[in-house]
Nanobody, 116 residues
Framework: QVQLVESGGVLVQAGGSLRLSCAAS????????MGWYGQAPGKQRELVAW???????NYADSVKGRFTISRDNAKNTVYLQMNSLKPEDTAVYYC??????????WGQGTQVTVSS
C-alpha cells in the first residue's frame, strides 16, 4: 500500500511563488510516474504536470513556463515549484502515483489559494 502526503499549500498573492511537496511511502516511488493534478471549485480534476521515472516531464499548457515538476528518489518526494501564480491557479492540488498496470494512488490534496 502506498500513501502520498502533500504539503505546501497556502494563501499567496498573485505573482508570488510557492513549492508543493508530496512524500510517498513504500518502495515503488522510483519506478513510478508522479503527477500533480488540480481541482478548482466546481470543476473536474485536471492534469497540471507529471514526471516519469526517467525524468521526462509534461505540463498543462496553462502552466508551461511558470511551474516546474521535479523528483528526488532518495527522499521518495516529488515537488511542484509554482511561480508567477495567478488567481486562476487556485485549486486543491493532488499528488498522483501511476504505474502502467494500471495502478493509481492519490494524496489527500493541499489547498492553494491565489489572491488578486
Amino acid at each position: 500500500q502506498v500513501q502520498l502526503v502533500e504539503s505546501g499549500g497556502v494563501l499567496v498573492q498573485a505573482g508570488g511563488s510557492l513549492r508543493l511537496s508530496c512524500a510517498a511511502s513504500g518502495t515503488i516511488f522510483s519506478i513510478s510516474r508522479m503527477g500533480w493534478y488540480g481541482q478548482a471549485p466546481g470543476k473536474q480534476r485536471e492534469l497540471v504536470a507529471w514526471i516519469t521515472a526517467g525524468c521526462l516531464t509534461n505540463y498543462a499548457d496553462s502552466v508551461k513556463g511558470r511551474f516546474t515538476i521535479s523528483r528526488d528518489n532518495a527522499k521518495n518526494t516529488v515537488y511542484l515549484q509554482m511561480n508567477s501564480l495567478k488567481p486562476e491557479d487556485t485549486a486543491v492540488y493532488y499528488c498522483n502515483l501511476h504505474l502502467p498496470r494500471p495502478v493509481d494512488y492519490w494524496g489527500q490534496g493541499t489547498q492553494v489559494t491565489v489572491s488578486s
